[in-house]
């Protein structure tokens, strides 16, 4: 049967574009005012996280010493470097961000640890060790295991790549030394490759967590805590945990596996399964082909497999990340944003944006290039004014940070997405 091609029209008061962390905590704030909001955007980088969310781990100029006090690194960037965009808004700001933020993930059914004064010291895949601001619940034993050197055996999987308990054992032999692994058959996966996916979504029917539970407890012998890949479920991983220890007897935490991982895919299948029933009208896996302002509102174009889709906006707010979401593009004549042709703070030349050595731990100045903003994080056209009063922006395309070598990725997508909406509100009042 042919399905003819239908216009669909959306009138709204917010529209964010971008689907990733940035985007995704601008819809929760957004829906938590009462703002009338769209959301979207094309695959956005939020399946390739781990799951933790960095405040700031690692501050410039040279990001080799480890923030054990996000706050005071904070409070050093705002000499060292005022233009971050993390040094533009208010301790208090940032802490109701990240608590309104986490707090909604729990109530949604992925709790996450409550936000402090501190830093935690987390896993990586690697078994290599990262500071990071909040961990999923499910990940909170392994902090606190590592803290206090417990005894605490690795288990891996047969046939799981990206993976392995030997390494995460051999980095960190001589930090815990009481820590071992075991590789063990996933049940019912006994040949070939298998995919953490596959695993987590298989460990939600109760017949798999019965069989997995009594590898587990021969694989652990007389210890009592264990880490795993995170697997544990992919809609409910707090029940899963929980119910993985009753029946084991042992506590369990999740390591975050190579991406894209389940912490990652989670966090998007439950805004993309959660934000409709909210009242948000969502459009994912689409890309906005144009954006342009007329009179009081804005106007975004863009099509799906059943026809185009126009959305009539009172404000926008700009979240689309920065080069593998498409935000930014890099061409033989410098750095760009697409969407709109927005000014990009960069080098002078494609010769600057790299040091010599990749892994210069002072990072790369391409990292740093992205958008400005005005103090109500409106972008600034050619001659330093707003682009337009209702247009907002948000997260890693914002320029003078860099997230990779700071690890603050979400508290830059998080603290600007708070502060964007609270001017939205303003602006729609």
Known sequence: MYMSEEAR?????LAVIGSGLA????SIFALKRNIKTSQVGNTGAIAYTTG???LLGYPAPDHSVPAEDPWLGIEKLRTTEPNHPLCRIHKNDIQTAFTEFTDFLGECGIAYTTPSEKNSTALTPAGSLKPTFCVPATMQIGVSALSQK???VIIDFKGLKGFSGRQVVANLKDRWPKLSTRRVIFPDMTSGEIYPEVMARSLEVPETREKLAKVLREAAGDVKVIGVPAVL???TPDMVRAEMERLTGLKIFEIPTMPPSVP???LREMFEQLFPQKGLTLIPQQKVTRLEFEG???ELSLSDSYGPITIRSKSVILATGRFLSGGLEAHLDGVKEPLLGLPVTQPDSRQDWYREQYTDKRGHAVNRAGI???PSFRPLDQNGRPYRENLFAAGVILAHQDWIRGRCGAGVAIATAYRAVEEVEKFLR
């Open 52 to 54: 933790y969310l960095d």
């Open 264 to 266: 990652g895919i989670r």
């Open 372 to 374: 400005e903003v005005d």
């Open 9 to 13: 029209d959306f009138t709204t008061e």
């Open 23 to 26: 985007g995704f905590a601008a």
């Open 233 to 235: 479920g992919m809609h």
């Open 296 to 298: 009081d509102y804005a």
């Open 150 to 152: 417990t005894g605490c």
